[in-house]
Protein backbone atom coordinates (compact mmCIF):
# COMPACT_ATOMS: atom_id res chain seq x y z
CA UNK A 1 0.00 0.00 0.00
CA UNK A 2 1.30 3.37 -1.19
CA UNK A 3 1.73 6.01 1.74
CA UNK A 4 -0.95 8.27 -0.51
CA UNK A 5 -3.72 5.52 -0.06
CA UNK A 6 -6.73 7.32 2.53
CA UNK A 7 -6.93 5.94 5.68
CA UNK A 8 -9.34 3.28 6.11
CA UNK A 9 -8.87 2.28 2.66
CA UNK A 10 -7.91 -1.28 1.85
CA UNK A 11 -4.70 -2.09 -0.44
CA UNK A 12 -4.95 -3.07 -4.55
CA UNK A 13 -4.43 -6.79 -3.95
CA UNK A 14 -1.29 -7.42 -6.33
CA UNK A 15 -2.55 -10.96 -7.45
CA UNK A 16 -6.05 -9.83 -8.63
CA UNK A 17 -3.83 -8.12 -10.97
CA UNK A 18 -3.34 -9.85 -14.46
CA UNK A 19 0.16 -10.35 -15.88
CA UNK A 20 -1.17 -8.63 -19.22
CA UNK A 21 -3.05 -5.49 -18.82
CA UNK A 22 -3.97 -2.67 -20.65
CA UNK A 23 -3.73 0.39 -18.54
CA UNK A 24 -6.65 3.03 -20.44
CA UNK A 25 -5.39 6.77 -20.49
CA UNK A 26 -7.82 8.22 -17.68
CA UNK A 27 -5.83 5.47 -15.57
CA UNK A 28 -2.50 6.25 -16.81
CA UNK A 29 -2.78 10.13 -16.48
CA UNK A 30 -3.80 10.03 -12.85
CA UNK A 31 -1.28 7.79 -11.99
CA UNK A 32 1.43 9.68 -13.12
CA UNK A 33 0.47 12.99 -12.67
CA UNK A 34 0.84 14.19 -8.71
CA UNK A 35 -2.26 16.74 -9.25
CA UNK A 36 -4.39 13.70 -8.88
CA UNK A 37 -3.10 12.32 -5.48
CA UNK A 38 -5.01 14.59 -2.97
CA UNK A 39 -6.36 12.76 0.08
CA UNK A 40 -10.08 14.27 -1.13
CA UNK A 41 -9.18 12.62 -4.96
CA UNK A 42 -9.82 8.61 -4.47
CA UNK A 43 -9.46 7.57 -7.82
CA UNK A 44 -6.56 9.94 -8.18
CA UNK A 45 -4.97 7.85 -5.46
CA UNK A 46 -6.24 4.27 -6.48
CA UNK A 47 -4.41 4.64 -10.10
CA UNK A 48 -1.41 5.72 -8.73
CA UNK A 49 -1.68 2.69 -6.08
CA UNK A 50 -2.46 0.24 -8.54
CA UNK A 51 0.62 1.60 -11.11
CA UNK A 52 2.85 1.05 -8.43
CA UNK A 53 1.81 -2.53 -6.99
CA UNK A 54 1.60 -3.31 -11.05
CA UNK A 55 4.69 -2.50 -11.53
CA UNK A 56 5.81 -4.76 -8.84
CA UNK A 57 5.74 -8.09 -10.23
CA UNK A 58 9.07 -8.06 -12.45
CA UNK A 59 7.17 -10.16 -14.73
CA UNK A 60 3.46 -7.79 -15.47
CA UNK A 61 3.51 -6.03 -18.86
CA UNK A 62 1.78 -2.86 -18.31
CA UNK A 63 -0.21 -2.29 -22.17
CA UNK A 64 -0.33 0.87 -22.88
CA UNK A 65 -1.80 1.77 -26.40
CA UNK A 66 -1.37 4.06 -29.04
CA UNK A 67 -4.19 5.68 -29.09
CA UNK A 68 -3.74 6.61 -25.44
CA UNK A 69 -0.02 7.42 -26.26
CA UNK A 70 -1.35 10.36 -28.51
CA UNK A 71 -4.25 11.33 -25.83
CA UNK A 72 -1.33 11.89 -23.11
CA UNK A 73 0.95 13.54 -25.15
CA UNK A 74 -1.31 15.87 -26.03
CA UNK A 75 -1.95 17.02 -22.66
CA UNK A 76 0.06 20.04 -21.10
CA UNK A 77 3.98 19.59 -21.35
CA UNK A 78 5.57 17.22 -18.98
CA UNK A 79 3.17 14.38 -19.50
CA UNK A 80 4.71 11.77 -21.18
CA UNK A 81 4.73 7.66 -21.45
CA UNK A 82 7.16 6.12 -18.56
CA UNK A 83 10.20 4.55 -19.96
CA UNK A 84 10.17 1.53 -18.03
CA UNK A 85 10.68 -2.26 -18.63
CA UNK A 86 7.50 -3.37 -18.06
CA UNK A 87 5.26 -0.53 -19.67
CA UNK A 88 4.91 -1.81 -23.23
CA UNK A 89 3.85 1.16 -25.78
CA UNK A 90 1.14 -1.24 -28.62
CA UNK A 91 0.65 -0.27 -31.72
CA UNK A 92 -3.01 -0.48 -33.58
CA UNK A 93 -1.96 -1.93 -36.70
CA UNK A 94 -3.65 -3.78 -39.54
CA UNK A 95 -4.34 -7.10 -37.16
CA UNK A 96 -5.87 -4.31 -34.73
CA UNK A 97 -7.88 -2.67 -37.53
CA UNK A 98 -9.37 -6.13 -38.14
CA UNK A 99 -10.43 -6.96 -34.29
CA UNK A 100 -11.74 -3.48 -34.31
CA UNK A 101 -14.22 -4.71 -37.37
CA UNK A 102 -14.78 -8.00 -36.32
CA UNK A 103 -15.98 -7.02 -32.68
CA UNK A 104 -17.49 -3.58 -33.12
CA UNK A 105 -18.90 -3.12 -36.27
CA UNK A 106 -20.74 -0.10 -37.50
CA UNK A 107 -23.90 -0.51 -35.86
CA UNK A 108 -22.67 -1.35 -32.40
CA UNK A 109 -20.65 2.28 -33.16
CA UNK A 110 -23.74 4.08 -34.25
CA UNK A 111 -25.85 3.19 -31.17
CA UNK A 112 -23.32 4.65 -28.83
CA UNK A 113 -23.60 7.91 -30.89
CA UNK A 114 -26.57 9.61 -28.75
CA UNK A 115 -24.35 9.38 -25.24
CA UNK A 116 -21.40 9.80 -26.45
CA UNK A 117 -19.07 11.94 -28.68
CA UNK A 118 -17.72 10.14 -31.85
CA UNK A 119 -14.36 10.90 -30.70
CA UNK A 120 -14.59 9.21 -27.36
CA UNK A 121 -15.99 6.25 -29.16
CA UNK A 122 -13.77 6.21 -31.51
CA UNK A 123 -10.53 6.74 -29.05
CA UNK A 124 -12.19 3.76 -26.52
CA UNK A 125 -12.49 1.63 -29.26
CA UNK A 126 -9.11 1.66 -31.12
CA UNK A 127 -8.08 1.41 -27.23
CA UNK A 128 -9.74 -2.15 -26.52
CA UNK A 129 -9.07 -2.93 -30.06
CA UNK A 130 -5.08 -2.33 -29.33
CA UNK A 131 -6.09 -5.32 -26.08
CA UNK A 132 -7.14 -7.21 -27.76
CA UNK A 133 -5.15 -7.83 -30.40
CA UNK A 134 -2.14 -7.41 -28.03
CA UNK A 135 -3.20 -10.54 -25.74
CA UNK A 136 -4.15 -8.33 -23.28
CA UNK A 137 -6.34 -10.36 -20.35
CA UNK A 138 -7.63 -7.41 -18.97
CA UNK A 139 -8.53 -3.21 -19.29
CA UNK A 140 -8.40 -1.35 -16.81
CA UNK A 141 -10.15 1.57 -16.74
CA UNK A 142 -12.25 4.53 -14.66
CA UNK A 143 -14.92 4.66 -17.68
CA UNK A 144 -17.64 2.38 -16.73
CA UNK A 145 -19.93 3.55 -19.64
CA UNK A 146 -18.27 3.44 -22.51
CA UNK A 147 -15.05 1.46 -22.09
CA UNK A 148 -17.24 -1.30 -20.37
CA UNK A 149 -19.42 -1.94 -22.61
CA UNK A 150 -16.56 -2.02 -25.65
CA UNK A 151 -14.42 -4.51 -23.53
CA UNK A 152 -17.91 -6.65 -23.35
CA UNK A 153 -18.07 -6.34 -26.92
CA UNK A 154 -14.50 -7.66 -27.62
CA UNK A 155 -14.99 -10.39 -24.90
CA UNK A 156 -12.39 -9.10 -22.73
CA UNK A 157 -12.05 -8.21 -18.91
CA UNK A 158 -12.82 -4.77 -17.07
CA UNK A 159 -11.95 -3.55 -14.13
CA UNK A 160 -10.88 -0.40 -12.26
CA UNK A 161 -8.50 0.27 -9.59
CA UNK A 162 -11.10 0.07 -7.35
CA UNK A 163 -11.93 -3.55 -8.13
CA UNK A 164 -8.39 -4.78 -7.31
CA UNK A 165 -8.61 -3.69 -3.83
CA UNK A 166 -9.32 -6.25 -0.95
CA UNK A 167 -12.31 -6.26 0.59
CA UNK A 168 -11.93 -6.30 4.54
CA UNK A 169 -14.33 -7.88 6.86
CA UNK A 170 -16.57 -5.73 9.26
CA UNK A 171 -14.44 -4.97 12.70
CA UNK A 172 -13.85 -8.07 14.45
CA UNK A 173 -14.79 -10.73 11.79
CA UNK A 174 -11.89 -12.85 10.78
CA UNK A 175 -10.30 -12.43 7.25
CA UNK A 176 -11.95 -14.21 4.88
CA UNK A 177 -9.61 -13.51 1.78
CA UNK A 178 -12.77 -12.52 0.17
CA UNK A 179 -11.77 -10.06 -3.12
CA UNK A 180 -14.06 -6.98 -4.37
CA UNK A 181 -15.01 -6.58 -7.56
CA UNK A 182 -15.21 -10.61 -8.59
CA UNK A 183 -18.29 -11.04 -8.39
Not at 10 to 26: A, K
Not at 39 to 66: H, I, T
Not at 90 to 109: E, G
Amino acid sequence: MTSETAAGVPPINEQMIPERVLVDTGVMIRALESSHWTPDNQRGLDCREFWEVALSRRSRRLLVAAPSITELLLKPPGTDLPRHRQVEPVSFDFVAAQVLARYVPQAVIQSKKGSFTKDAIRYDALIVACAKRHNASAVVSLDNLLMRDLCEQFQIAFLTPADLRVTLPPTGTPMQGTLSGMG
